[in-house]
């Protein structure tokens, strides 16, 4: 049984430019959430797609968005990169409706802005 | 504003020794607080987790103490070795698993022999 899967594994962009990670979800996990890890920091939450709706958002711009896709893979863009932007973005994978409150983490995606 | 506070930031342990690390949380809605283990370049990996409606959990070496009252809880983890040389996450959320986790800022535990 896969985990979670996230890509790529590493990336490298400059300012102002876009990307886009991507998650599969663990097998039979159908919300799928995004958080961002600075270096030395806890994860923040983003945000979290169900039923292909994003149902929360963290404090986090408009310039991240993203898309969960029938199968359950999601995706996270973020435009106008700023070095700030620099992290760990982590996918986390759920099935709340089957009554378990776990969520299982991907290896992440290490974003560098130059 | 910081909701789940954790400390310490770093731990250093003997092998064979206890370490424990503490967070203290603000939102008496959250009700359910797990545990996340982080080595190096991987993704956090779930330890153990409690809801409150218990004071203590233990799963082999790791137990999660946790005082409603006083809006605080723990990991211990016993006979400490090696392996477990990472980075330890407390996280809290309220009901449900759809719900975001807050997290504290991590504690680096080295264990040396």
């Known amino acids: 049984d896969a985990g979670v899967t996230q890509s790529p594994t590493h990336l490298i962009k400059t300012r102002g430019q876009q990307v886009t990670l991507r998650c599969s979800p663990k097998?039979?996990?159908?919300?799928v959430s995004w958080y961002q890890q600075a270096l030395g920091q806890g994860p923040q939450f983003i945000f979290q797609?169900?039923?292909?709706?994003?149902?929360q958002r963290g404090n986090f711009p408009d310039r991240f968005s993203g898309h969960q896709f029938p199968n359950y893979s999601s995706e996270l863009n973020v435009n106008a990169l700023l070095l700030g932007d620099s992290a760990l973005y982590l996918c986390?994978?759920?099935?709340?409706?089957?009554?378990?409150?776990?969520?299982?983490f991907g290896p992440g995606t290490r974003l560098t802005v130059l | 504003q910081q909701q789940v506070k954790q400390s310490p930031q770093s731990l250093i342990v003997q092998k064979g020794g206890i370490s424990i690390i503490n967070c203290a949380y603000e939102?008496?809605?959250?009700?359910?607080f797990p545990w996340y283990q982080q080595f190096p370049g991987k993704g956090p990996a779930l330890l153990i987790a409690i809801r409150p409606d218990v004071s203590e959990k233990k799963e082999g070496r790791f137990t999660i103490s946790f005082n409603k009252s006083a809006k605080q809880f723990s990991l211990h983890i016993m006979d400490s070795q090696p392996g477990d040389s990472a980075t330890y996450f407390c996280a809290a959320s309220l009901h449900s698993g759809n719900t975001p986790l807050v997290f504290g800022k991590g504690t680096r535990l080295s264990v040396i022999a």
């Open positions: 097998s039979g996990h159908d919300t």
């Open positions: 797609y169900y039923e292909e709706e994003e149902r």
């Open positions: 986390a994978s759920s099935f709340p409706r089957g009554g378990t409150d776990t969520q299982y």
């Open positions: 939102n008496t809605a959250f009700d359910y």
